[in-house]
């Protein structure tokens, strides 16, 4: 599949870190970095952007705060190959004084994630990132769960507000094939002349199959992380995704020696990917935090008891 | 999806045996048919039938042969819920007179593996069974790489068999969505009032994703196996299967069950699922024969030097 318009942001180390508070080396982060930019990847989203003054540091890696010195340091003598720099923000975990303009900062891209009831306070948070000078995007949490028409009149706001750019995210990996097809036609439809984003969770072992799916009906902008890593079951794998994309600025190779010499050693230490709870979780479209739970118990592999919890009493 | 004529076949045994030279106990097949006919599957396939005079029966499971007797054993006191029984067969390791007729046998099903260029074999072996009264399959394999000529030329000699039923096989889990479509629909053109069957392999996360596919065109038979099996990447999980169909005959709790009590510990003896060399192979369309090798030796987690065997030189 070749588009010229596609991009790939790689999310490797912002949803990595959800799993591991973002305690990941300067060493680590910087090999990711290589890799990605010698791949062609368009974007590599560091982490999230936040302030100290909202949330304490103690406890979570420099990752979860994205200081532009942090940042620099990891770029540092890189040859960053036109690949440009994103991180996420929280609605509500930024001071308005601590945005700096873009042209003095070392990202070029800021991300706001937003459920769709949110979505007013995602417009508002957009503007003044774009303000400043940056791109964005708004990536719409939990479609599955949205009700059609509170995300059609949340996409009717989309589209009259700045961001040219705004995400399908199917944070339950719930989502079938219909359903992506369903959604990214809605998008379509309600926001003309924007760019159709896809970030898939793999509970289903389904993120990168509803990725491509996407890209046939559309989807322009595409989240991966190396080896699928992600909270839960994690994410679309980037190596399969650059399998698939036959655009000639990619590269494979890169990834794959990332994998062999940082990834393994890494899947040893915390865990992601197909597991049954998130399976379970995906299928019942649920959200994974009791399966995540449920793995950082001793019961980790009770699966039949986790499964028989969701058949509860009817709520009436 | 629901559509009353999907049937699904569990292939735990027959193929999870390629792994392990079929080195399942009895109460461990007997705990998969257990759970299996509990949760309704339509036939599930216990293993491949072969003569000892073909095949050395040393250092090769009983289910590598399936004779009569020990799968009456393992059926013995099972409640079966109106499940089949199938075995495959090889072509060329079955003798005539070992042939017993249908209604003295405890399998239902014969199976038939071929490549396009043995379809003339497959055709006769299916007729001997066919004669025999089981109800038959031919599978082909690795369609990926069949050229469209040949394949045509196949389906035509099979539209004029007695095989009810042909199988759409992606031996190298090369397949994405818009080929399985393509596949499924050349079936249906070629082999009207006849059944086809999906085999998919998991080399790129897609064995799920690509059965969804060829359902949503037709497909009718459909093959899994619990925790996704199988040589290699492995199958079509059939727990995420029986999520997604609808049909209230299913049930998922037994198999979330056996695999809690026995996948999680045979997964730690056993090695199939996502593993980078089976990408590789499932990315360029190889046979993962290779990357099987790579993953016995000491080199297992040598991906990048594995991945670049495959640029070799051009033959011209």
Same mark, same amino acid.
């Given at each position: 599949m070749f588009r010229k318009e596609i991009k790939v942001l790689d999310?490797?180390?912002?949803?990595?870190?959800?799993?591991?508070?973002?305690? #990941?080396?300067?060493?680590?982060?910087?090999?990711?970095?290589v890799a990605l930019a010698k791949s062609g990847i368009d974007y590599m989203?560091?982490?999230?952007?936040? +302030?100290?003054?909202? %949330?304490?540091?103690?406890?979570?890696?420099?990752?979860? @705060?994205?200081?532009?010195?942090?940042?620099?340091?990891?770029?540092?003598?890189?040859?960053l190959n036109g690949m440009k720099?994103?991180?996420?923000?929280?609605?509500?975990?930024?001071?308005?004084?601590?945005?700096?303009?873009?042209?003095?900062? *070392?990202?070029?891209?800021?991300? *706001?994630?937003?459920?769709?009831?949110? %979505?007013?306070?995602?417009?508002? /948070?957009?503007?003044?990132?774009?303000?400043?000078?940056?791109?964005?995007?708004?990536?719409?949490?939990?479609?599955?769960?949205?009700?059609?028409?509170?995300?059609?009149?949340?996409?009717?706001?989309?589209?009259?507000?700045?961001?040219?750019?705004?995400?399908?995210?199917?944070?339950?990996?719930?989502?079938?094939?219909?359903?992506?097809?369903?959604? *990214?036609?809605?998008?379509?439809?309600? /926001?003309?002349?924007?760019?159709?984003?896809? !970030?898939?969770? &793999?509970?289903?072992? /389904?993120?990168y199959? &509803?990725t491509i799916? +996407?890209i %046939? !009906?559309?989807?322009n902008m595409l989240d991966a992380t190396v080896?699928?890593?992600?909270?839960?079951?994690?994410?679309c794998p980037l190596e399969l995704l650059l399998g698939f994309l036959k655009n000639p600025k990619f590269r494979l190779r890169p990834v794959i020696e990332l994998?062999?010499?940082?990834?393994?050693?890494?899947?040893?230490?915390?865990?992601?990917?197909?597991?049954?709870?998130?399976? %379970?979780?995906?299928?019942?479209?649920?959200?994974?935090? +009791?399966?995540?739970?449920?793995?950082?118990?001793?019961?980790?592999?009770? @699966?039949?008891? #986790? #499964?028989?919890?969701?058949?509860?009493? /009817?709520?009436?």
């Open positions: 999310c490797t180390i912002r949803d990595g870190g959800l799993i591991n508070k973002w305690d #990941f080396s300067d060493d680590f982060v910087k090999a990711v970095l989203e560091i982490g999230y952007k936040a +302030s100290r003054k909202i %949330i304490s540091p103690d406890g979570l890696g420099k990752w979860r @705060f994205c200081d532009e010195d942090d940042i620099r340091k990891v770029c540092e003598g890189v040859d720099l994103s991180a996420m923000v929280d609605i509500g975990r930024v001071e308005a004084d601590e945005i700096i303009p873009a042209d003095k900062s *070392v990202f070029d891209m800021v991300r *706001v994630a937003s459920y769709v009831k949110d %979505i007013d306070k995602a417009i508002e /948070l957009v503007k003044r990132f774009h303000d400043h000078g940056y791109e964005t995007t708004i990536n719409i949490m939990a479609v599955s769960r949205a009700l059609s028409v509170d995300l059609e009149e949340a996409l009717k706001q989309l589209a009259e507000s700045e961001v040219p750019t705004v995400y399908v995210v199917d944070s339950n990996g719930a989502l079938y094939s219909e359903q992506i097809d369903y959604m *990214v036609k809605k998008y379509q439809k309600y /926001l003309p002349g924007k760019t159709i984003g896809i !970030h898939a969770h &793999n509970n289903q072992q /389904l993120a199959a &509803n799916e +996407s %046939i !009906h559309g989807a080896y699928g890593i992600g909270r839960g079951a994690g994410n994998i062999e010499k940082e990834f393994i050693r890494l899947r040893e230490k915390i865990e992601w990917g197909y597991i049954i709870p998130y399976a %379970i979780t995906g299928i019942l479209d649920e959200h994974p935090r +009791s399966a995540m739970e449920l793995r950082d118990s001793a019961q980790k592999d009770e @699966f039949t008891k #986790f #499964f028989d919890s969701f058949q509860t009493e /009817l709520i009436i």
